[in-house]
């Protein structure tokens, strides 16, 4: 997550940035419940309506674009990974 936020804090998403320190913060804490609701949270993002997929980061340069968008979506899909928590059946 931090290089996630790292990543879009130089190309000036403030608000994605915000809404990810806030659940960086809940998870660093072990809330139990509300962990496993920003673990859901998190997952959903990545692939959902205006989520991480969908971003097109803006750069100074067409090669510096590309590269962090390239990145982008590396650090998307290993957070789509470690967020898919399969629930156990009668949960």
């Known amino acids: 997550m931090s290089?996630?936020?790292?990543?879009?804090?130089?190309?000036d998403d403030a608000?994605?940035?915000?809404?990810?320190?806030?659940?960086r913060a809940i998870l660093e804490s072990d809330r139990g419940?509300?962990?496993?609701s920003v673990i859901s949270d998190l997952h959903r993002i990545v692939l959902g309506?205006?989520?991480?997929?969908?971003?097109?980061?803006?750069?100074?340069?067409?090669?510096?674009?590309r590269q962090a968008n390239v990145e982008l979506r590396a650090l998307a899909d290993?957070?789509?990974?470690?967020t898919n928590v399969i629930k156990p059946p009668h949960e």
């Open 78 to 82: 290993r957070l789509y990974e470690l």
């Open 33 to 36: 419940l509300e962990r496993k």
């Open 15 to 23: 608000r994605a940035v915000e809404w990810l320190e806030g659940r």
């Open 3 to 11: 290089s996630l936020i790292d990543l879009l804090g130089r190309y």
């Open 49 to 65: 309506m205006g989520g991480l997929m969908d971003m097109r980061l803006s750069g100074p340069s067409p090669e510096m674009e």
